[in-house]
Each structure stands twice: as C-alpha cells, then as structure tokens.
T-cell receptor, first 112, second 110 residues
Framework: NAGVTQTPKFQVLKTGQSMTLQCAQDMNHEYMSWYRQDPGMGLRLIHYSVGAGITDQGEVPNGYNVSRSTTEDFPLRLLSAAPSQTSVYFC???????????FGEGSRLTVL | DAKTTQPTSMDCAEGRAANLPCNHS???????VYWYRQIHSQGPQYIIH???NNETNEMASLIITEDRKSSTLILPHATLRDTAVYYCIVWAGGGNKLTFGTGTQLKVEL
C-alpha cells in the first residue's frame, strides 16, 4: 500500500514552460486535493475533487488546471509557469470513514 | 468554512505537557475539529479529531469546550521530535473543501 505518491519530487522550470505534477493514490479515496506551501506559510488549497469527473476551485486556483478522469489520479497542470508559482506542492486524499487527509511527500517546484 | 485562530508560536520543555489552543468561535454544528502537524517540510500528518466529546489516542488528547468555540490539543509528554507546526482545522466533511490556516510553531526544548 503506497498511499499517496507524487512525482516529480523536484523540478526546475523556466518562465512560460508548462508541466504536470502527478498524484496517485491506491486507497480508493474519492476526495483528492492539491495544496501549495510557500516558505514560512501555511498550506493553501489550489483545487480539489470529490470524485472522478468532478473538480472545484480552492483558495488559489489561478494558473493551475486539474482533471479527474480516474479515482486514482489527480494531476495538476501549470500551463505557463511563473516565478510566483515557485513553491512546494502537496497532494492529499481523504478517507471517507474518519475524514483523515493522507498527504504525499511533496513536489518542490522552482520557476526561474 | 469556519475559521480558526491559533498562536503563532509556543515553547515547551521536553517531558512536559504541551497544550496548544485553538479558537473556532464560528464553528457550525456539523463541523469537526481536526488537528494536523507538519514536521519540517514533510507532508502534514493527521493527529486527532473530534466533534463534541473529548478524544484521546496514542498521540494526543483533544479537549473541546462545551460551547465548541475553542479546543486544546494536549501532547502529554512532549519530546524533541514533537517540534513541528500544528494546524487546527474545522471541517464538515463530505464535499466541503478543507483549508489550513498558518498554525502554531511548537518548539520543544531540553
């Protein structure tokens, strides 16, 4: 049981480039979400999904796209990276019985 | 979503109890109180949650006031490894989004 797996762990982009952060969970959780964390700050919700085919915006959705074609996967897309998107990104899924969030190890993105 | 207020930082001596307060005066009747912690730059880790009653598990105890407007997370015997940022969150579950505040930086010292 791998839990929540994020790839890549580290990435450096140039301004304007695009990329996708991958997130997969093997716990059959319906709810998945993406957070970003800037240095010295708390986590801010980007997008979330309550099931396949359903996504919604969080607190800071601008500049990011998501889709949820399967229960297992919830990729986060940056269409045109900006330096302001330099951050650590965490993916999380939630169990329905206790509501506990399970987090991935994080993806550290630097945009030059 | 209801908001929470936590002190920015707290210190605790190793071996002593760490009591971390949280105010959630606008909490709704169907919202639970959750506590998470984040050690260094790792992903946050679930600690405990409750609705009305006090709760205890192997990691901590959660005390919720009768009016549910505040709560306290208790680490009974803090160790250096408990140094982390602790987040108090209120959340109704289901399809509601779960947002974090800035948390309390707990520093456990010798």
């Amino acid at each position: 049981n791998a839990g929540v797996t994020q790839t890549p762990k580290f990435q450096v982009l140039k301004t304007g480039q695009s990329m996708t952060l991958q997130c997969a969970q093997d716990m059959n959780h319906e709810y998945m979400s993406w957070y970003r964390q800037d240095p010295g700050m708390g986590l801010r919700l980007i997008h979330y999904s309550v099931g396949a085919g359903i996504t919604d915006q969080g607190e800071v959705p601008n500049g990011y796209n998501v889709s949820r074609s399967t229960t297992e996967d919830f990729p986060l897309r940056l269409l045109s990276a900006a330096p302001s998107q330099t951050s650590v990104y965490f993916c999380a899924s939630r169990g329905t019985s206790t509501g506990e969030l399970f987090f991935g190890e994080g993806s550290r993105l630097t945009v030059l | 979503d209801a908001k929470t207020t936590q002190p920015t930082s707290m210190d605790c001596a190793e071996g002593r109890a760490a009591n971390l307060p949280c105010n959630h005066s606008t909490i709704s009747g169907n919202e639970y109180v959750y506590w998470y912690r984040q050690i260094h730059s790792q992903g946050p880790q679930y600690i405990i949650h409750g609705l009305k009653n006090n709760e205890t598990n192997e990691m901590a105890s959660l005390i919720i006031t009768e009016d549910r407007k505040s709560s306290t997370l208790i680490l009974p015997h803090a160790t250096l490894r408990d140094t982390a940022v602790y987040y108090c969150i209120v959340w109704a579950g289901g399809g509601n989004k779960l947002t974090f505040g800035t948390g309390t930086q707990l520093k456990v010292e010798l």
